[in-house]
């Protein structure tokens, strides 16, 4: 039996503890590199080719073998949930989403990066970016956006 069972014995003889700096823990721009598994696809399938005519596949295979490429790739455009219309929300939250969910704009870049076990660019959607898009259109996920089917091409 330890002496000091619920670890009290630390380095902290005051037992007050500060992060070194919260400021890092905000990313207002969303312009960092972003574990893609904490952001949620919006769509239900994507096509395996990009409208450039690249392959997605192509892609996952270099973010695989340079990691270090993920850093180029264009930036995935970010929403909120609490910024998507109200029709939306309710969807999403009936399907088990959360309040806090952060969705992409850009699936087949984030199915690239999950992939390839890469960290990924972000940027959040800006209002011209959303006129530009049929939202009721874009969410047509039915699992959270937990996942995306690739479709036969």
Do not use: C, G, T
């Given at each position: 039996m330890s002496q000091d069972p619920i670890g009290l014995a630390g380095n902290n003889p005051t037992l007050y503890s500060y992060v070194k700096d919260t400021n890092t823990l905000v990313d207002p721009f969303g312009l960092t590199m972003k574990n893609p598994f904490e952001i949620f696809f919006s769509q239900d399938s994507i096509s395996p080719v990009f409208d450039d005519g690249s392959k997605l596949n192509?892609?996952?295979g270099r973010l695989r073998n340079t990691p270090s490429y993920a850093e180029s790739v264009e930036p995935?455009?970010?929403?909120?949930?609490r910024d998507l219309p109200e029709n939306i929300q309710r969807k999403l939250l009936a399907q088990g989403s959360?309040?806090?969910?952060?969705f992409t704009l850009d699936n087949r870049r984030l199915y690239a990066a999950r992939e390839a076990g890469v960290r990924v660019n972000t940027i959040w959607a800006t209002p011209e970016d959303l006129s530009r898009i049929n939202l009721d259109g874009r969410f047509s996920t039915d699992n959270s956006g937990n996942s995306i089917r690739v479709r036969c091409h």
């Open positions: 192509n892609l996952v995935i455009r970010l929403i909120r949930m959360y309040a806090d969910a952060v």
